[in-house]
C-alpha cells in the first residue's frame, strides 16, 4: 500500500496565510519518502512549522516591532551613513510607521507561513500512521494558536483556517481571544510533558495561555482602557501555578547562562526558538546592538558588531535612578557582568585567546577590547590576545574612541556611531565566523522568571494582592546567586512591577506588549512623544491589502492607517 504525504506549498509572501487564492495541494506517494519510517514521515511533517521560527524572530523583524517601537531601544541613523533604511527604525520609534514598512510586512509575513505550515501540518498528519501523530497534532495546533496570538498581538486580528481550499476568517477582540483559547485547550491534553524548549510542551502551552489571560483585557477593547477580569486573573495565577508546580524549570543562578551559547540545556527556559547551529542556526541578536570596532572572537577577525540599536537615556535610567546611589553594574547582575578584567584591572592587557569573552548585559563608556591591524589581531610576547581601548577603525575614524554615551536621539551628536549605552545580553556565539551566522543561543520565547512576574501582576490585577506579588518579584530577584545578590523588594504596585519586568526581561520581545498593558505606551520618552492610541496596534502590510482586493471588506486596514 502507498504512503501519501499531503503537502501544501507556502502561499505568496503578500498573502501566505489569509489564502484568498486556493491553496494547490501536492501528493507524493511513496516514491517521496522511500527508506522514511512512519515515525520520520510525521516529524517531517511538523517540523516546517517550527522552522520559521527564527525568522519571525531575526533582529530586524519581531524584535524592531517589539523593541524598537518602545522606551527600551532606539536605532538612530548612525553617522549620517548606517541603519538610515530610509527612515524606517526612526519612524518605528516614534510611532510613525507605515503599510509599506518591510520589517513590518516580513513579521506578517514569516508568522503567516508559519500558521500555513501548521494547517499543512494538521491536515497531513492524519494520514500517517504513527503513536506520535496524536502528540504532533497537538503541537501544530497549539502552535498555530500561538502564531495567532502574535497577530492579534501585533495587528489586533486572528484567523480561522482549517480547510486549506478556503479562505480565512478573520476575527477581532474578543471572539479573537476565545478562538485561541479554545485551540490552547484543544491541544493541551495530548502535549507532552518536559519536551526540548524547543517544541510545544504542555508547559509551554500553560505559559502561552496565562499570557493570553493576561493580555485578553487588551485584545478585547484594543484602543480604550483595558478592563482585566478577575476571572482572567485567576486563570493566570492557576497556569503559572501549573508551570512552577511541576518542578521541571528552575532559576538561573547567573543571569546571562539563560542567554548563552549551549542554552538548549538551560533549566529556566520553557519554550524558546531552537537556534543551535546544526539546526536553524542564524542568530544575529548578540552583534546587533554591538560597535564595529567590537570582535567578540580571536579565531574570526571578521566578525564584530554592526554599531545598531541602543537603549534609551529613559530606560538607563529606571535602573540608576532605583538604585542611586549604588552604580547599578554593582547592585544588580541582570545589569551587568565584566568577563574582561582590564575593566576594572588596567594592567590585564593580554588575554589568553581561549578565555578571552566580551563583557555581557549594558556596555557603558570605553570599550576595551582585540585591536584588528591590517585584519589581524594584534597580540602581546607572550602570544596571547593584546586587549587595549577600542577606536572606530572600521568606520576610518580612527580619532574616535568606542565610547558608549547615555545619550542617544536624532541629533547629530546622539547619532553618532558611540551614542547609546548597548546591549550584549545573548552570548556571542563561538563559532560566528562574520557575526551573522551560526547562532548557538537559543531565543527565549518563555522562561521561568516571566511566569513568576506574570503571576505576581495576575495578583495585584486580581485583588490588590501586594505581598503576594512583592514574594514572586523577590523570589526572582533572589535567584541571581552566582555573584552580587539583589537585594530584595520591601513594597509592590504595578509601577514597580513594570519597572521590574523590565529589569528582567529587557531586549526579550516583551516590552511593547508589556507597555500597552501597562498603559504606558503612548507616553513621551527619547525622541518619541505621539500619543496615539491607535499606533498599540501596527498597519496591516500595503502587500496583504492589494492582493485581498478582489474580495470586498475582506482585509481591512486597522484604523489611522
Known sequence: MKKKLIIFPLLSAALCWTSCTKLQERVLDESSSVGLTDKQVAEGT??????????????????????????????????GT???DNGIYIAMHTHNFQPTDPNIRNTWNFIGTGMSRCITALNALPTVKDPSVKTFLAEARALRAYYNMLTLDLWGIAFIKDDPTKNSTIIRGNEAVEYIKSELLKAEPDLESGLTQGRMSKEACWGILARLYLNAGVYRNIYGTPAFSADDMSKVIEYCDKITGANKFFFSAEYFNIFDDNNDTN???VFAVDQRADLNGHNRMAYFSLSGDQFPLPEFPAANGTDGPAITSDFYKTWANHYAPVDPAKADPRFYKENLTIYSHPEDSCVPAARFEINRGILRGQQYGLIRKNGVFLKCKSGDMFVGPLFHDTRNKSDLPVIFTEKVDYSTEGSNYPSGYRVSKYQFSRKSQSGRNFGEANIVILRLADIYLMRAEAKLRKNNDANGALADVNAVRAARTSRQLIPALTAMDLDILFRERGFELYWE????????????????????????AQKRIFPIPQTAIDAAANIKDYMIQNKGY
Not at 525622541?527 to 496615539?532: H, I, L, Q, T, V
Open 509 to 532: 520581545c516583551l516590552r511593547r506588549t508589556d507597555m500597552i498593558r501597562f498603559g504606558k505606551y503612548e507616553g513621551t520618552w527619547t525622541e518619541k512623544s505621539n500619543a496615539d
Open 46 to 79: 511538523i517540523a516546517p512549522a517550527y522552522a520559521v521560527l527564527p525568522s519571525i524572530f531575526l533582529h530586524t523583524n519581531y524584535f524592531a516591532l517589539q523593541e524598537i517601537s518602545t522606551d527600551e531601544a532606539i536605532l538612530p541613523y548612525r553617522g
Open 267 to 269: 533549566k529556566e527556559i
Open 82 to 84: 548606517d541603519w538610515g
